[in-house]
């Protein structure tokens, strides 16, 4: 095996190819300040794939995320394709490579950068210096248990069918994912579920505590039902570090706490899968927000997310922890400087253009 490490870049649509070039930049910066070895392969995904290959992704892209190190991708969803049958749609993309990659973690950081306060949606005094973690399983649970469907009974009223359901092994592999996190953060893991009224609940409860207690007794563990975690993440967020949850109560808290920082362009995310017979663990990492097509093509899309989501491929997949700590530093004193793109400009403030805010990150490295 050679030390490169090879990244495979779908940018995807919309504003994805512009945000994803100003990436592209620092990893560029990297590879020759920093001595990152990385071997660079781009490939069209979602409208840019539908246009020129009438697929969302082709199998061999697929086949390529499989064999790379990490994925970055950028967003899809054109909405050229919006009333073309399921297999056409753009956002086909990235459900096929979630599902063929096995990606079962999702992880949204939210962190609060000072300079961005006045942004978020409580008061200064409850948000200051937020940062925390969501680990939320992605391919079991409730939006995929059976039985499901809707069924007509013998009097023709309907009946709409979903459950719930989660083995030992679907919530070990994900809470293994958060306590060790947890040992690299701030040691401290709140499993969330509603096991009072869910057994499914119960049993991940029970799963999280034994393992808790047989691998990672050194990491705090707590345990908070999903309707008291949502009032808590706006009472007091700061109480939490690493929070570890199934599939819906993720969904929610996941875009609830991304309010508490202010902006969908700030807010980065990866997906990590299984470990192959290698110990290489499947991973992709792209902006929580999506193609934002209202403003594609105008240059003035926050690029932050996608860069701040190379930061976490760097931390997680490639093991350069001061790469990614020097991203995220250079992130936070461009915006400390003032600079802000339209969705994170006050009303008197400067507009700056998506490859402004590139150009000024990497300057700041
Ligand atoms: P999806 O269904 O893919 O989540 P969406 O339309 O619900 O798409 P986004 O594409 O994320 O959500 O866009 C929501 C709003 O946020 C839009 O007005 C968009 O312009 C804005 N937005 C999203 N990302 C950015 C960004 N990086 N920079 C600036 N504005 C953004
Ligand atoms: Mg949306």
Redesign the pocket.
Known sequence: MSDTHQLLLLPGD??GPE?MAQAVKVLHWLRDHRGLNVELTEELVGGASLKAHDTPIRDEVIEQARHADAVLFG???DPAWKDAPFEKRP?VAILRLRKELGLYANLRPAKLFDALLSASALKPEVVRGLDLMIVRETVGGVYFGEPRGIETLPDGTKRGVNTEVYTTAEIERVARVAFELARQRDGRVCSVEKGNVMESGLLWREVVTSLHKAEYSDVTLTHMLADNCAMQLVRDPRQFDVMVTGNLFGDLLSDLASMLTG???MLPSATLGAENEHGKRAALYE?????????AGKG???????ILSLAMLLRYSLNRPEDAELIERAVSGVLADGLR????AGEGDARAT?EQMGEAVLKKM
């Open positions: 919309g504003i945000i967003s899809v969803g956002e902006s969908l362009g902006p929580i927000h999506g193609s934002a097509p209202d403003i003035s899309a926050n690029p932050l997310a996608q793109t339209a969705d994170i998506t």
